[in-house]
């Protein structure tokens, strides 16, 4: 299975719980604006995704999806064209960047709750940076359920059960999800972090 070989397996559920609102937030509005700007060619497949993950479009940034194998984990081609992310991905985090990628999920679609099991993901923190949403999008993480604004930085504890809700009828809701190693200050801005932004239910 993927992996990361010398790593340790972190303790997501005492770094991050459910989901964790970082103390860092992006440029929304420019965020929104280059990512809306990316030829709609390099979207309409699932970027080798499989399984719950087939409900939502996706670009890959850096690396592949798992599925397509142990292959290297490298900026993809569409990163030239996302100066903002690439800065949120080398600058904003204080951490060495995994696998990212651009998330789009449908008008009325779920993502059903899962677990991410690979070793690969037992090693690295989650991060999500809402880059189009509205109030009717959901990310569900053990009991509780997140409401993710537009240029926030959210950490996911994605070795816990966790899924999307879009129950919107016509908007869709697109995520740049990133995997990256724990550094001392990533940490500590675990540490800082938001854990109390969820509701029952």
Not at 46 to 57: F, S
Not at 140 to 146: D, P, S
Not at 173 to 198: E, M, V
Request: glycine share 10%; charged share 15%.
């Amino acid at each position: 299975m993927l992996d990361l070989p010398g790593h340790p397996v972190l303790d997501k559920q005492l770094l991050i719980g459910g989901c964790a609102r970082l103390p860092l937030a992006t440029d929304a509005a420019r965020l929104a604006a280059e990512v809306a700007a990316l030829p709609a060619s390099l979207w309409g497949s699932q970027g080798g995704r499989i399984g719950v993950h087939r409900a939502a479009e996706a670009i890959f940034l850096r690396g592949y999806a798992p599925a397509e194998g142990d292959r290297p984990i490298e900026d993809r081609e569409p990163l030239a064209q996302l100066p903002c992310v690439r800065g949120i991905i080398t600058t904003l985090i204080p951490a060495a960047a995994q696998r990212c990628l651009l998330a789009r999920l449908p008008a009325g679609a779920n993502i059903a709750p899962h677990i991410d099991q690979a070793g690969y993901f037992a090693k690295t923190i989650r991060i999500h940076v809402p880059v189009e949403t509205h109030g009717q999008v959901w990310m569900l993480a053990g009991a509780q359920r997140y409401r993710m604004a537009a240029g926030e930085v959210w950490a996911l504890n994605n070795s816990a059960p966790h899924g999307v809700r879009n129950a919107h009828a016509s908007l869709p809701r697109t995520h740049l999800i990133c995997d990256f190693l724990p550094s001392p200050a990533l940490l500590a801005l675990l540490a800082r972090a938001d854990r109390g932004a969820g509701h029952a239910g």
